[in-house]
């Protein structure tokens, strides 16, 4: 697992494109750029990216981020992505005790959301201590 640095915008597309968040790389990056420009400095810590060792081959990402709105207190687990043909290894694991690494000392809860219909998502979730607040999003 790597921090991002300032070429990587373009492997956070990659993968969110090919997990099926985007349509494509164009509208990926620019989601990317709305939701960093928030906080430009802190992304270079906050983005990790999961490297599959055999072929250094990017496979995943996951974002420790900000809340918003009623959660602008609490970290946010934001962006969790594995390329379809790593996916259902348990990959998403480590992802997720990264950020949510990060995260401690800095916030006493996080959050993220999600929707129902992924259920493998919403039990990796809830086996980190996860719980439903509401429609589609999960507290810790």
């Not at 790389?25 to 983005?47: G, H, M, Y």
């Not at 993220?112 to 999960?138: C, I, M, R, W």
């Amino acid at each position: 697992m790597f921090d991002h640095d300032n070429n990587d915008h373009l492997t956070w597309a990659e993968i969110e494109v090919a997990a099926g968040e985007f349509s494509d790389v164009q509208n990926a990056l620019e989601k990317f750029s709305s939701w960093t420009q928030e906080l430009p400095d802190e992304i270079s810590k906050r983005c990790l990216f999961l490297v599959d060792e055999s072929n250094q081959k990017d496979i995943g990402t996951i974002t420790a981020w900000e809340g918003v709105g009623e959660y602008a207190n609490l970290g946010r687990v934001h962006w969790v992505a594995i390329i379809p043909e790593y996916q259902g290894r348990g990959l998403a694991k480590p992802l997720l005790s990264s950020a949510l690494h990060l995260m401690k000392g800095k916030y006493d809860e996080a959050y993220l959301k999600t929707y129902d219909s992924k259920s493998k998502a919403v039990a990796l979730y809830e086996s980190f201590g996860f719980t439903q607040k509401g429609p589609n999003a999960h507290l810790i």
